[in-house]
């Protein structure tokens, strides 16, 4: 198991950028593939990006690429996403999941019930 805290959110206006930060514990990390995923109010969870291990390839939903950027760092423990040219329609709460570990980096999956390890999440509200 691992333990996901993010941070980073907060509320900005249209064509600003924020970075997400999600810090895992544990000694698995460096082997899970890590996803974000975001959830606006009435909506199912959605994906955006995600990252496999240990360094990559990543995968982005249509709506965020050119604008988002999925990174991680396996010695700080800690995937990122870089969200810049914000938009009203990307405010939702923003989560960060974890695959099961050493599972083969071959596919990245897009929805929610491959991932095993969920934060908490951190709010993402952009206005026009």
């Known amino acids: 198991q691992v333990q996901l805290v993010e941070s980073g959110g907060g509320l900005v206006q249209a064509g600003d950028s924020l970075r997400l930060s999600c810090a895992a514990s544990g000694r698995t990390f460096s082997t899970r593939t890590m996803a974000w995923f975001h959830q606006a109010p009435g909506t199912e969870r959605e994906f955006i990006a995600a990252?496999?291990?240990?360094?990559?390839?990543?995968k982005y939903t249509d709506n965020v690429k050119g604008r988002f950027t999925i990174s991680r760092d396996n010695v700080k423990k800690t995937v990122y996403l870089q969200m810049n040219s914000l938009r009203p329609e990307d405010t939702a709460v923003y989560y960060c999941?974890?695959?099961?570990?050493?599972?083969?980096?071959?596919?990245?999956?897009?929805?929610?019930?491959?991932?095993?390890?969920w934060g908490q999440g951190t709010q993402v509200t952009v206005s026009a």
């Open positions: 999941a974890a695959e099961q570990t050493m599972t083969p980096p071959i596919t990245i999956f897009t929805t929610p019930d491959e991932y095993i390890n």
């Open positions: 990252i496999s291990w240990p360094y990559g390839p990543t």
